[in-house]
């Protein structure tokens, strides 16, 4: 498998994951010294990260991971996405409009996310 399908894949598991709510494979696909910028601004941890996934509200069919694209430098690759659809929180189904931008690094042979940034797509008007 070339490094490109490798890294697709691992995308591909990060966003099942997500979806899922599923911890233990976001532990292992996301790097220790991972850092994030989240859709509100704030700067986030791999540990804060995945306490929000553990008590995350759900995903409501259907929602898409789409608009994937990749470029690789070597040892790091920028992947770039979009992520739609509604998800049932405490408060009710909230729409979720998003892209956002990975950042993975071959270490030891082996490909982790090491940063991210999200950002919320707002809804234009045409007039």
Do not use: H
């Amino acid at each position: 498998m070339d490094e490109e399908n490798r890294i697709l894949d691992l995308d591909r598991e990060w966003n099942e994951a997500y979806s899922r709510l599923d911890c233990a494979a976001l532990d292992r696909i996301i790097a220790d010294d991972w850092v994030c910028i989240d859709g509100a601004g704030m700067v986030i941890t791999k540990s804060e990260l995945l306490t929000r996934v553990a008590s995350s509200a759900s995903f409501v069919d259907p929602y898409k991971f789409d608009e994937i694209t990749l470029r690789i430098f070597g040892e790091v690759a920028i992947l770039t996405g979009r992520l739609s659809g509604q998800m049932q929180e405490s408060d009710g189904i909230n729409d979720i409009n998003q892209r956002y931008m990975r950042v993975y690094a071959k270490r030891n042979g082996r490909w982790q996310a090491v940063a991210t940034q999200v950002t919320k797509v707002k809804e234009t008007v045409l007039r």
